[in-house]
Protein backbone atom coordinates (compact mmCIF):
# COMPACT_ATOMS: atom_id res chain seq x y z
CA UNK A 1 0.00 0.00 0.00
CA UNK A 2 1.40 3.54 -1.02
CA UNK A 3 1.75 6.02 2.10
CA UNK A 4 0.26 8.88 0.26
CA UNK A 5 -2.14 8.36 -2.83
CA UNK A 6 -3.74 11.33 -4.37
CA UNK A 7 -6.63 10.14 -7.11
CA UNK A 8 -7.64 12.74 -9.98
CA UNK A 9 -7.35 15.89 -7.66
CA UNK A 10 -8.90 19.06 -9.03
CA UNK A 11 -8.33 22.03 -6.73
CA UNK A 12 -9.23 25.57 -7.51
CA UNK A 13 -8.43 29.55 -6.67
CA UNK A 14 -11.52 31.00 -7.03
CA UNK A 15 -12.29 29.85 -10.73
CA UNK A 16 -8.81 29.02 -11.78
CA UNK A 17 -8.61 25.90 -11.85
CA UNK A 18 -4.83 24.99 -10.38
CA UNK A 19 -4.81 20.81 -10.81
CA UNK A 20 -6.79 19.20 -13.34
CA UNK A 21 -6.86 15.92 -11.77
CA UNK A 22 -3.89 14.80 -10.68
CA UNK A 23 -3.50 11.40 -9.71
CA UNK A 24 -0.12 10.01 -8.21
CA UNK A 25 1.32 7.90 -4.94
CA UNK A 26 4.70 7.83 -2.65
CA UNK A 27 5.51 4.73 -1.07
CA UNK A 28 7.55 4.03 2.24
CA UNK A 29 10.62 5.23 2.17
CA UNK A 30 10.77 6.51 -1.02
CA UNK A 31 11.88 9.94 -2.51
CA UNK A 32 9.47 11.02 -5.33
CA UNK A 33 10.07 13.94 -7.21
CA UNK A 34 7.50 15.96 -8.91
CA UNK A 35 9.23 18.81 -11.29
CA UNK A 36 7.77 21.27 -13.69
CA UNK A 37 8.12 24.64 -14.86
CA UNK A 38 6.76 27.85 -12.78
CA UNK A 39 3.13 27.81 -12.46
CA UNK A 40 2.55 24.38 -12.99
CA UNK A 41 0.68 23.63 -9.72
CA UNK A 42 3.39 21.76 -7.89
CA UNK A 43 3.25 24.09 -4.52
CA UNK A 44 -0.83 23.50 -4.96
CA UNK A 45 0.03 19.83 -5.53
CA UNK A 46 1.75 20.01 -1.57
CA UNK A 47 -1.04 22.40 -0.38
CA UNK A 48 -3.58 20.34 -1.13
CA UNK A 49 -1.94 17.49 0.81
CA UNK A 50 -1.81 19.23 3.75
CA UNK A 51 -4.85 20.76 3.39
CA UNK A 52 -3.78 24.55 3.04
CA UNK A 53 -5.84 24.49 -0.23
CA UNK A 54 -9.06 22.99 -0.57
CA UNK A 55 -9.81 20.13 -3.06
CA UNK A 56 -12.83 20.53 -5.33
CA UNK A 57 -12.47 16.49 -6.47
CA UNK A 58 -10.58 13.65 -6.30
CA UNK A 59 -9.26 11.74 -3.03
CA UNK A 60 -6.07 12.29 -0.86
CA UNK A 61 -5.03 9.00 1.09
CA UNK A 62 -2.33 8.88 3.96
CA UNK A 63 -1.56 5.88 5.44
CA UNK A 64 -5.03 4.23 4.05
CA UNK A 65 -7.28 6.99 5.29
CA UNK A 66 -8.37 10.07 3.36
CA UNK A 67 -6.90 13.76 4.21
CA UNK A 68 -8.98 15.55 2.09
CA UNK A 69 -10.08 18.98 3.30
CA UNK A 70 -8.96 18.52 7.09
CA UNK A 71 -7.17 21.39 8.18
CA UNK A 72 -3.50 21.76 7.84
CA UNK A 73 -2.79 21.58 11.83
CA UNK A 74 -4.40 18.14 11.57
CA UNK A 75 -2.26 16.99 8.76
CA UNK A 76 1.11 17.68 10.88
CA UNK A 77 -0.37 15.50 13.32
CA UNK A 78 -1.03 13.06 11.48
CA UNK A 79 2.04 12.89 10.25
CA UNK A 80 2.44 15.35 7.67
CA UNK A 81 5.34 18.21 7.14
CA UNK A 82 4.86 20.38 4.60
CA UNK A 83 8.15 22.84 4.30
CA UNK A 84 6.97 25.60 2.11
CA UNK A 85 8.76 27.23 -0.62
CA UNK A 86 10.78 30.21 0.78
CA UNK A 87 11.63 28.52 3.94
CA UNK A 88 9.02 30.98 6.33
CA UNK A 89 11.54 30.56 9.10
CA UNK A 90 10.99 33.36 12.09
CA UNK A 91 13.86 36.18 11.79
CA UNK A 92 13.11 37.28 15.14
CA UNK A 93 13.66 33.96 16.92
CA UNK A 94 16.89 31.98 17.17
CA UNK A 95 17.96 28.60 15.44
CA UNK A 96 17.24 26.39 18.10
CA UNK A 97 13.64 28.08 18.64
CA UNK A 98 12.84 27.88 15.27
CA UNK A 99 13.65 24.48 15.22
CA UNK A 100 12.09 23.97 18.59
CA UNK A 101 8.39 25.59 17.05
CA UNK A 102 8.56 22.31 14.91
CA UNK A 103 7.30 20.20 17.92
CA UNK A 104 4.47 22.52 18.85
CA UNK A 105 2.01 19.62 17.18
CA UNK A 106 2.94 17.00 19.55
CA UNK A 107 1.63 16.53 22.80
CA UNK A 108 3.52 15.54 26.59
CA UNK A 109 7.18 15.39 24.86
CA UNK A 110 9.40 16.08 27.71
CA UNK A 111 12.00 19.10 27.75
CA UNK A 112 14.82 16.50 27.50
CA UNK A 113 13.31 14.87 24.80
CA UNK A 114 12.92 18.06 22.69
CA UNK A 115 16.63 18.76 23.63
CA UNK A 116 17.83 15.76 22.41
CA UNK A 117 15.76 15.50 19.17
CA UNK A 118 17.67 19.21 18.50
CA UNK A 119 20.76 17.42 19.01
CA UNK A 120 19.62 14.99 16.74
CA UNK A 121 18.96 17.70 14.19
CA UNK A 122 22.10 18.89 14.66
CA UNK A 123 23.59 15.66 13.46
CA UNK A 124 22.09 15.79 10.35
CA UNK A 125 22.58 19.64 9.71
CA UNK A 126 25.86 20.23 11.25
CA UNK A 127 26.44 23.97 10.45
CA UNK A 128 22.93 24.94 12.53
CA UNK A 129 24.71 23.56 15.43
CA UNK A 130 27.13 26.65 16.25
CA UNK A 131 24.57 28.94 14.58
CA UNK A 132 22.06 27.70 17.47
CA UNK A 133 22.13 31.26 19.44
CA UNK A 134 21.84 33.01 15.99
CA UNK A 135 18.59 34.72 15.17
CA UNK A 136 17.09 33.46 12.10
CA UNK A 137 17.49 36.79 9.67
CA UNK A 138 21.03 35.92 10.07
CA UNK A 139 20.67 33.07 8.48
CA UNK A 140 22.77 32.34 4.94
CA UNK A 141 19.80 30.99 2.17
CA UNK A 142 21.13 27.53 2.64
CA UNK A 143 21.81 27.52 6.21
CA UNK A 144 17.78 29.06 6.24
CA UNK A 145 16.77 25.98 4.02
CA UNK A 146 18.43 23.42 6.68
CA UNK A 147 16.50 25.04 9.31
CA UNK A 148 13.41 24.79 7.69
CA UNK A 149 13.73 20.90 6.93
CA UNK A 150 15.15 20.75 10.52
CA UNK A 151 11.77 22.25 11.61
CA UNK A 152 9.99 20.38 9.87
CA UNK A 153 11.47 16.78 10.86
CA UNK A 154 10.80 17.94 14.68
CA UNK A 155 6.66 17.15 14.48
CA UNK A 156 8.18 13.54 13.74
CA UNK A 157 6.73 13.30 10.37
CA UNK A 158 6.00 9.75 8.26
CA UNK A 159 6.11 12.21 5.24
CA UNK A 160 8.32 15.17 4.21
CA UNK A 161 6.66 17.82 1.50
CA UNK A 162 9.67 19.96 0.25
CA UNK A 163 8.85 22.56 -1.96
CA UNK A 164 11.32 23.96 -3.81
CA UNK A 165 14.50 23.92 -1.45
CA UNK A 166 17.35 24.76 -4.06
CA UNK A 167 15.58 27.79 -5.44
CA UNK A 168 18.20 30.46 -4.80
CA UNK A 169 20.91 28.70 -3.46
CA UNK A 170 24.54 28.82 -4.97
CA UNK A 171 24.85 25.48 -7.19
CA UNK A 172 27.51 24.30 -4.12
CA UNK A 173 25.19 24.87 -1.30
CA UNK A 174 22.14 22.65 -3.51
CA UNK A 175 24.45 19.55 -3.54
CA UNK A 176 25.30 19.61 -0.11
CA UNK A 177 21.24 20.35 0.52
CA UNK A 178 20.97 17.33 -1.68
CA UNK A 179 23.65 15.52 0.41
CA UNK A 180 21.41 15.93 3.54
CA UNK A 181 18.03 15.13 1.66
CA UNK A 182 19.67 11.97 1.16
CA UNK A 183 20.95 11.31 4.80
CA UNK A 184 17.56 12.20 6.26
CA UNK A 185 15.94 9.19 3.85
CA UNK A 186 18.36 6.50 4.89
CA UNK A 187 16.97 7.38 8.13
CA UNK A 188 13.80 6.16 6.85
CA UNK A 189 12.17 9.48 5.89
CA UNK A 190 9.61 9.27 3.01
CA UNK A 191 9.61 12.22 0.99
CA UNK A 192 7.64 14.47 -1.83
CA UNK A 193 10.28 16.98 -3.35
CA UNK A 194 8.84 18.96 -5.77
CA UNK A 195 11.35 21.24 -7.73
CA UNK A 196 12.52 22.99 -10.65
CA UNK A 197 16.44 21.48 -10.23
CA UNK A 198 15.55 18.53 -12.58
CA UNK A 199 18.88 17.29 -12.71
CA UNK A 200 19.47 17.72 -8.76
CA UNK A 201 16.09 15.87 -7.63
CA UNK A 202 16.49 13.05 -10.03
CA UNK A 203 19.62 12.17 -8.59
CA UNK A 204 18.25 11.62 -5.24
CA UNK A 205 15.02 10.21 -6.47
CA UNK A 206 13.63 6.99 -6.77
CA UNK A 207 10.62 7.86 -9.24
CA UNK A 208 9.07 11.25 -10.53
CA UNK A 209 6.21 12.80 -11.97
CA UNK A 210 6.48 15.73 -14.28
CA UNK A 211 3.56 18.78 -13.90
CA UNK A 212 2.49 20.20 -16.96
CA UNK A 213 -0.44 23.23 -16.48
CA UNK A 214 -2.01 21.23 -13.94
CA UNK A 215 -1.76 17.65 -15.59
CA UNK A 216 1.09 15.01 -15.23
CA UNK A 217 2.04 14.52 -18.54
CA UNK A 218 5.29 12.12 -17.68
CA UNK A 219 6.53 9.68 -14.78
CA UNK A 220 8.90 7.38 -14.54
CA UNK A 221 11.86 6.42 -12.81
CA UNK A 222 14.63 8.47 -13.01
CA UNK A 223 16.34 7.27 -15.85
CA UNK A 224 13.69 6.92 -17.96
CA UNK A 225 12.97 10.80 -17.13
CA UNK A 226 16.55 11.55 -18.09
CA UNK A 227 16.26 10.03 -21.62
CA UNK A 228 12.59 11.22 -22.39
CA UNK A 229 13.00 13.90 -24.96
CA UNK A 230 10.09 16.37 -23.35
CA UNK A 231 11.82 16.07 -20.06
CA UNK A 232 15.01 16.86 -21.54
CA UNK A 233 14.33 19.61 -23.56
CA UNK A 234 11.88 21.35 -21.32
CA UNK A 235 13.84 20.74 -18.26
CA UNK A 236 17.22 20.00 -18.88
CA UNK A 237 18.09 22.12 -20.56
CA UNK A 238 18.90 19.29 -23.71
CA UNK A 239 17.16 21.16 -26.64
CA UNK A 240 15.05 23.60 -28.19
CA UNK A 241 12.78 25.31 -25.15
CA UNK A 242 9.37 25.24 -26.24
N1 LIG B 1 -2.99 32.21 -4.09
C1 LIG B 1 -3.28 32.08 -5.38
N2 LIG B 1 -4.34 32.71 -5.93
C2 LIG B 1 -4.64 32.56 -7.24
N3 LIG B 1 -3.97 31.79 -8.10
C3 LIG B 1 -2.90 31.15 -7.62
C4 LIG B 1 -2.49 31.25 -6.25
N4 LIG B 1 -1.40 30.49 -6.06
C5 LIG B 1 -1.12 29.93 -7.27
N5 LIG B 1 -2.02 30.33 -8.20
C6 LIG B 1 -2.04 29.90 -9.61
O1 LIG B 1 -2.15 28.49 -9.64
C7 LIG B 1 -1.28 27.95 -10.63
C8 LIG B 1 -0.33 26.98 -10.00
O2 LIG B 1 0.50 27.66 -9.10
P1 LIG B 1 1.59 26.95 -8.20
O3 LIG B 1 1.01 25.71 -7.61
O4 LIG B 1 2.11 27.95 -7.25
O5 LIG B 1 2.71 26.54 -9.27
P2 LIG B 1 4.21 26.07 -9.07
O6 LIG B 1 4.42 25.79 -7.63
O7 LIG B 1 4.37 24.87 -9.95
O8 LIG B 1 5.07 27.20 -9.56
C9 LIG B 1 -0.61 29.13 -11.30
O9 LIG B 1 -1.34 29.44 -12.46
C10 LIG B 1 -0.72 30.22 -10.28
O10 LIG B 1 -0.76 31.49 -10.89
MG1 LIG C 1 5.74 26.62 -6.31
Redesign the pocket.
Known sequence: MALLELKNVESY??N?Q?LKGVSLHVNQGEIVTLL??????????L?SISGLVSVTRGDILFDGQTVLNIPSEKTVSRGIAHVP?GRRIFPGLTVKENIMIGSSSRKNVSRAQLDSEVEEMFEIFPPLERLSGALGWSLSGGEQQMLAVARGLMSKPKLLLL??PSLGLAPLIVQQLFATIRKIRERGMTILL?E?NANMALSVADRGYV?V??ELTVEGTPEQLLNNEEVRSAYLGGGNKK
Open positions: YGVAGANGAGKSTTREDEVQLTG
